[in-house]
């Protein structure tokens, strides 16, 4: 092997010790997410200065984080750190909503804690919102980390920069991608291997509106795909199982797959 090899593979592991790590990052986060959740935590605490010692902790832990970036400005990272654990509350708020949604548009979800604890639409969607927050701050890739992390658990893909309203209900979730640029309004429900993706996958569009609208109260059932920046699903609309969608549909819309004619409106 070529010593040169060796002092290249050295040169690029100085640059990438530079950035917070995903071990580093997903580790922080379930923290967060246990400490949001008790009923997905493990830890237990004495007293309240044990449980203020632990959101301190946690505060040290992102400082660290944030100390990892390349294109760190150390002055805004208290700036920073505290925009996003400002937030918390809201997130948390918002998250009690979608685990509201999971519990009353699933049947064979007994309780709100089951939710918590078990499934996996809640894991992404919380992985979303908290990483969202980051997006705002330019903290895309740490923001990104978190959707990897995810994703790799749940098989659900959301990008942290779509803009996901409240009482977001995914299904069983395994598949589901929901694209950079997509919009969703409030009390929507998807299933699973629902894409809300793009037309085009060329890179110089990559800064412009490539993925659908969803307006309120929309369904859309397992298989969908919906294409187009374009492309809006109108509110209380149902989108049926493998639609194939490239174009606006209006409000109240029902839309159906037909083996031989394809989709059908009514």
Sequence with gaps: MEPSFIKQLYKDFKVASRCPSPALVSDFFNKLLAFLFPEISTE????????EKSFESLKDDFRFILSKRMDRNAEEDEAILHHVFESLPEIREML??????????DPAAKSLT???????GFYAIAAYRIAHCMCDKNLDLIARIISSIAHSKTGID????????????????TGVVIGETTRIGNHVKVYQGVTLGALSVRKEDAKIKRHPDIEDHVVIYAGATILGGKTVVG?????????WLTESVAPHSK????????????
């Design 255 to 266: 839309i159906y797959y037909q083996p031989e004619g394809g989709a059908v409106k009514y």
């Design 158 to 173: 959301i990008h942290p920069a779509a803009q996901i309203g409240r009482h977001f209900c995914i299904d069983h979730g």
């Design 44 to 51: 237990t605490y004495e007293s309240f200065d044990d449980f």
């Design 235 to 243: 509110h209380h609309s149902i989108i049926g199982g493998n639609v």
């Design 114 to 120: 089951e939710v918590v604890r078990t499934y996996p």
């Design 96 to 105: 009690r909503e979608d685990i509201q949604a999971v519990y009353d548009g």
